[in-house]
């Protein structure tokens, strides 16, 4: 069975500082492992995958994501945040065959 | 146009009334789902469809059903509504492997009275 975990609701940063989303993954199989954002009242969209090829993923608006299979991690990080990247946040994992599994979402809030 | 869109994009309704929402894509996949969105639980999954053909209930289908008209379109209907069905419902579709990810539409906010 896949499940992911979300470490933390909600995350706080000054603009200018590095954000990082933390997302941890279990998965019997080599998984496919995403991350989208939502901002306020819109769908979810993709910022970024993994589907086994190179483990350090570079996502729209600076993100990226690194792979860690013996972590079995998938953190999502930007070197400087910025106003307009508050948003909620989620991690999903999928098998390819069945169905995705989204974690429980983190907000991240940027100060000025 | 977007490539997959819901209508309405908000609704009120009182308990005990149906109501349908509607979902629409031009990604020409196969695979669609309805999700519902409650702050702090993520996203749960409602029904999904691998075809026109497949239609399978997800984690929390008790109170709703669905339609899968075409390839293309995907309703979920709300037979009784109560109260506690008041959420952000969200249409999504990928393709047969999932590797691409998802694309979702814009959502159905829904308030039952």
């Known amino acids: 069975a896949q499940s992911v975990t979300q470490l933390g609701s909600h995350v706080s940063v000054s603009e200018g500082a590095l954000v990082l989303l933390r997302c941890n993954y279990s998965?019997?199989?080599?998984?496919?492992l995403f991350w989208y954002v939502q901002y306020p009242n819109q769908g979810l969209q993709l910022l970024l995958k993994?589907?086994?090829?190179?483990?350090l993923v570079k996502g729209i608006n600076g993100f990226e994501a690194e792979f860690k299979k013996s972590e079995t991690s998938f953190h999502l990080t930007k070197p400087s945040a910025h106003m307009s990247d508050a948003a909620e946040y989620f991690c999903a994992v999928s098998d390819g065959g069945f169905k995705t599994i989204f974690g429980a979402g983190t907000r991240l809030f940027v100060k000025a | 146009d977007a490539d997959v869109t819901q209508t309405p994009r908000n609704r009120i309704t009182k308990t005990g009334k149906r109501i349908m929402l509607e979902c629409s894509q031009t990604k020409g996949h196969d695979r669609m789902y309805w999700y519902r969105q409650d702050p702090g639980l993520g996203l749960q999954l409602i029904y999904y469809s691998f075809d026109v053909k497949d239609i399978n209930k997800g984690e929390i289908s008790d109170g709703y059903s669905v339609s899968r008209q075409a390839q293309a379109k995907f309703s979920l209907s709300l037979e009784s509504a109560i109260p506690n069905q008041t959420a952000l419902y969200f249409c999504a579709t990928s393709d047969s492997t999932d590797a691409s990810g998802y694309t979702f539409g814009s959502g159905t906010r829904l308030t039952v009275v």
């Open positions: 993994y589907t086994s090829a190179a483990t």
């Open positions: 998965s019997s199989v080599p998984p496919y």
